[in-house]
């Protein structure tokens, strides 16, 4: 239990409030419209008034919520100035994404029940002009206003038409035909199945929200759910006078006809804030983008990856942090984030890119990746980058132990943070908080290794040199193999180094068993941590399956007081 709220407990409290609000919301505006001043518009509509004006007030709290989470320097900011009070807190500006997708989620219920509402409104206002019948109190109603159109309860007009030209022809109905549109393509586009496989759709459909937001703003200006007015209440009580609707307005009775009127628009006093904030936050892109970049060196690695090293004025960064990159010869639009693999020692920044889509494909090409011979520096691509933003890994050597997880190119973070673990004991750094690292690569392909390797062996020399061989554990891990290769390690498995990375320890082939990795961990740093601080951070930067098998061991795994906090990469 401890260990689940250490994780997750702050995680969970924030979502049960944000669940609550949305209830309340919910049942507020339910119950604000049963109220005597919709009385009249419920003999039209009934039940559907309330089930479209609720979510309504849900839709205009998370339209609030849904660009805060993508507003990277603001997190930026926030990440840097909390952590230095609740590394606890700082941990949940790393689940932004997660959350943004838990606020789609919700709009896209919302904007559901919603429509189907409106779609039961529209049926009830049709049929009220349809059912032509003076005897009838729906259709006394949707006659007020008929001659001068100044206080009308029904906004279909005549029976001469249909829901549907009525949802083409006014304010209301084309926004919301085009905000629904526009709902639709980003959240179907947003799957993961189409972004992995369709960067580039995922990439311009989600800056439909532009559209959605301008749609949003004037959906309420069309004034459509429309109730008594005050003053109307006053003089026609509904309570007394709903039974008389036949003599209202006529001598000798006390019933002059009830007057209607809509609420004004509330939804751009929702939104107004975050679009100013995030407007600001594209300001800073744009600034930074401006920004000269010198690459200065790159590298092409085994399997296909890129490895570009650059310099810009005035860039600071920390370990692990990430950046947004732009090529204009590729793309003038697209940009897209890649962990930082240089250490916060060195005098340049790096970036190692796997080939795998159009956009690195492009990138690839652009820097003579494939071509034979070097290319020129004045023929390498112009390249703009945002950031550098922080990320989980920041948190590395907050704690006294840690244990990296990196899978395939997900170790990238990691080359970071050893890259400057390297750094501070050659620097004889005597402010290192962290004592022990156990590192896990797991890796598909043996080509893979060679890129890394190098920075392993050096670290390997290092804390060997300096009497630290226990500093360091890592474990690699090869998941696939052909039968030629298997066939070459197994006769040079007797060699001192590694067949495939040239370090002393050995490549393991297959997969951890992590239940046995934290069992043996955990009861060895029971003895070993600080009796004030038995929190041992868990890093991964890898896919969702393997994030879920080690959170799951992190909280099943307290063993005499120690707690396993999983940090998990986001962006």
């Known amino acids: 239990m401890g260990n689940f709220a250490a994780n997750e407990g702050l995680s969970v409290f924030v979502i049960l409030v944000w669940l609550g609000i949305n209830a309340y919301l919910f049942v507020q505006f339910y119950m604000n419209f049963l109220t005597e001043r919709w009385f009249y518009t419920r003999v039209l509509l009934g039940d559907a008034l309330s089930w479209a004006r609720a979510p309504a007030a849900c839709l205009n709290f998370n339209c609030m919520l849904i660009l805060l989470p993508v507003c990277r320097n603001l997190l930026s900011f926030l990440r840097g100035s909390i952590q230095c009070c609740s590394r606890t807190a700082a941990r949940q500006l790393d689940r932004n994404i997660t959350f943004h997708k838990l606020v789609a989620y919700m709009i896209a219920f919302h904007t559901a029940v919603h429509i189907i509402a409106h779609l039961?409104?529209?049926?009830?206002?049709?049929?009220?002009?349809?059912?032509?019948?003076?005897?009838?109190?729906?259709?006394?109603?949707?006659q007020i206003g008929t001659g001068d159109n100044a206080s009308y309860l029904n906004p279909i007009r005549t029976d001469q038409t249909n829901p549907t030209i009525v949802m083409f022809t006014t304010i209301a109905?084309?926004?919301?035909?085009?905000?629904?549109?526009?709902?639709?393509?980003?959240?179907?586009s947003s799957m993961e199945v189409i972004r992995r496989s369709y960067f580039e759709v995922?990439?311009?459909?989600?800056?439909?929200?532009?559209?959605?937001?301008?749609?949003?703003?004037?959906?309420?200006?069309?004034?459509?759910?429309?109730?008594?007015?005050?003053?109307?209440?006053?003089?026609?009580?509904?309570?007394?006078?709903?039974?008389?609707?036949?003599?209202?307005?006529?001598?000798?009775?006390?019933?002059?006809?009830?007057?209607f009127a809509g609420n004004p628009p509330m939804t751009w006093k929702w939104v107004v804030g975050p679009m100013i904030l995030y407007v600001c936050e594209r300001l800073v892109r744009f600034y930074r983008s401006q920004q000269k970049v010198v690459i200065t060196k790159v590298v092409m690695h085994p399997s296909k990856t890129l490895e570009l090293q650059m310099k810009r004025?005035?860039?600071?960064?920390?370990?692990?942090?990430?950046?947004?990159?732009?090529?204009?010869?590729?793309?003038?639009?697209?940009w897209h984030p890649f962990t930082l693999t240089s250490a916060p020692e060195e005098d340049h920044f790096s970036v190692h890119i796997r080939i795998v889509g159009d956009w690195t494909q492009g990138l690839y090409e652009a820097c003579g990746g494939d071509k034979n011979e070097t290319q020129e520096a004045w023929k390498l691509p112009k390249m703009a980058i945002d950031g550098p933003f922080g990320t989980a890994s920041e948190d590395v050597f907050g704690y006294e132990v840690v244990m990296l997880v990196g899978a395939g190119i997900g170790v990238t973070p990691f080359a970071s943070v050893l890259k400057s673990v390297w750094y501070k004991h050659i620097q004889e750094n005597q402010n290192v908080f962290t004592k022990k690292i156990y590192f896990y690569w797991l890796c598909p392909e043996t080509q893979a290794f060679e890129w890394f390797a190098d920075l392993l062996q050096s670290l390997e020399g290092q804390m060997t040199e300096k009497g630290m061989v226990d500093f360091l554990s890592y474990n690699i891990y090869l998941t696939r193999w052909k039968e030629t290769e298997a066939a070459h390690f197994r006769v040079h498995h007797e060699a001192e180094n590694d067949p495939i990375t040239g370090l002393k320890q050995k490549t393991l082939y297959g997969k951890p068993n992590w239940d046995n990795e934290f069992t043996t961990i955990g009861t060895k740093e029971t003895y070993e941590l600080d009796v004030n601080c038995k929190m041992l951070g868990v890093f991964l930067c890898g896919p969702t399956q393997l994030a879920d098998v080690l959170e799951k061991q992190c909280l099943s795994h307290s063993e005499a007081g120690v707690k396993f906090i999983f940090n998990k990469e986001n962006f």
């Open 202 to 259: 995922f990439w311009y459909t989600h800056h439909l929200f532009i559209i959605f937001f301008i749609g949003l703003v004037f959906h309420g200006f069309g004034r459509i759910v429309r109730g008594q007015t005050a003053t109307s209440l006053l003089e026609n009580k509904p309570s007394q006078c709903a039974d008389q609707f036949e003599s209202w307005g006529k001598n000798g009775t006390f019933c002059p006809k009830p007057e």
């Open 120 to 142: 039961f409104n529209f049926e009830w206002f049709m049929g009220a002009q349809l059912y032509r019948n003076s005897s009838s109190l729906p259709f006394v109603l949707s």
């Open 173 to 188: 109905g084309l926004t919301g035909v085009v905000i629904t549109l526009a709902l639709i393509l980003i959240i179907t």
């Open 313 to 334: 004025k005035g860039f600071r960064m920390e370990v692990g942090q990430y950046v947004f990159m732009q090529c204009p010869c590729v793309s003038q639009l697209e």
